[in-house]
């Protein structure tokens, strides 16, 4: 049975990162809390945060989420061709679909966004005053789990944390 959001449900997604983190709580411990408090709400199996390094316009990816096993400490670089992440960071928009199969990004994006039975995913870019400067990738195993993230039910969450994520010292970062 899925315990994930419908569209007709209510949707209290409230995640205060100053009075819920650690002052010093890095950018993939923030992910983690953040990841865990959306896997109650939605169907995640599978999620990857990236940031942007704006000076190589490159993807590293920071910290992985498999069915509750957080990793941290990843400091991998993203191929850029082809690309489903730069895609979705120079459209700016959430991008979340149901078939995992015909997956359109690298084989590297592939292997950190989907497990071998996900069937929807999703990116959410991480804006900060018009700059992408991270993403958050979840995938599902079920059918059109991240629909209503489309609808920006996200928002004011990624707001905030891509603030911080840009607030980080570059050396935090990378």
């Known amino acids: ?6 569209l007709t449900e209510e949707r209290n997604l409230s995640f205060d990162f ?7 709580a ?3 411990e923030i992910f983690g809390e953040l990841t865990r408090r959306l ?4 169907d995640i199996n ?10 190589e316009n490159s993807f590293l990816a920071i910290s992985t989420w498999n069915d ?3 990793l941290d400490g990843l400091a991998i670089s993203l191929p850029t061709a082809p690309s489903l992440f730069e895609q979705v960071a120079d459209d700016g928009q959430v991008f979340s679909d149901s078939y995992a199969g015909i997956f359109s990004g ?3 994006e592939k292997k950190l966004l989907l497990s071998r039975n996900s069937k929807s995913y999703m990116l959410h870019p991480l804006k900060h005053e018009g700059q992408i400067v991270g993403m958050l990738g979840y995938s599902s195993e079920e059918d059109l789990s991240f629909t209503v993230f489309e ?3 996200l928002l004011d969450i990624t707001t905030k944390f891509a603030k911080i994520i840009n607030d980080k010292n570059v050396s935090d970062r990378f």
């Open 151 to 153: 609808e920006g039910i």
């Open 18 to 24: 100053e009075s819920d983190l650690p002052d010093k």
């Open 68 to 70: 509750g096993e957080f």
């Open 1 to 6: 049975m899925s315990n994930r959001i419908y």
């Open 106 to 108: 690298n084989f590297f």
């Open 39 to 42: 896997e109650v709400k939605f």
């Open 46 to 55: 599978k999620g990857v945060l990236v940031l942007r390094n704006q000076i």
């Open 26 to 28: 890095s950018i993939a």
